[in-house]
Nanobody
Framework: QVQLVESGGGLVQAGSSLRLSCAASGRTFSSYTMGWFRQAPGKEREFVAAISWNLRNSYYADSVKGRFTISRDNAKNTVYLQMNSLKPEDTAVYYC????????????????WGQGTQVTVSS
C-alpha cells in the first residue's frame, strides 16, 4: 500500500517554472514505477511522465518533452516534476501515481493515486 500527497502547484505566468513534489508513505516506495498525470477541465486524464524504480529510465509525453523533467529520491520517498517554459495549455490538476509494473503510460497500470495539485498558467 502506498499513499501519495502532491504539493507545489500554483498560479504562474507563461514561461515560468514550477516544481511539483509527491511524498509517498510506505517502505516499498523504491520498488514502484512512479508517474505524473494531469487532467484539464472537460478533458480526460493524460499521461505526463514516468520514471522507473531504479531511476535508470524515464518516459515523457510528447507535449512536455524537453520542458518537464521527472526525478525521484528513494531515500526521501519523493518524486518530483520540474516544469519549465510553462504554457497555458499545461493548466490542469496534476496527479502522481504509483505502479508495481514496469515503466509505462497507461492509466490502468497505476494502482495508487494522490489527490492532485492544481497548476494554472496564465498567458
Amino acid at each position: 500500500q502506498v499513499q501519495l500527497v502532491e504539493s507545489g502547484g500554483g498560479l504562474v505566468q507563461a514561461g515560468s517554472s514550477l516544481r511539483l513534489s509527491c511524498a509517498a508513505s510506505g517502505r516499498t516506495f523504491s520498488s514502484y514505477t512512479m508517474g505524473w498525470f494531469r487532467q484539464a477541465p472537460g478533458k480526460e486524464r493524460e499521461f505526463v511522465a514516468a520514471i522507473s524504480w531504479n531511476l535508470r529510465n524515464s518516459y515523457y509525453a510528447d507535449s512536455v518533452k524537453g520542458r518537464f523533467t521527472i526525478s525521484r529520491d528513494n531515500a526521501k520517498n519523493t518524486v518530483y516534476l520540474q516544469m519549465n517554459s510553462l504554457k497555458p495549455e499545461d493548466t490542469a490538476v496534476y496527479y502522481c501515481a504509483a505502479s508495481a509494473d514496469g515503466l509505462g503510460y497507461h492509466i490502468k497500470q497505476y494502482a495508487y493515486w494522490g489527490q492532485g495539485t492544481q497548476v494554472t498558467v496564465s498567458s
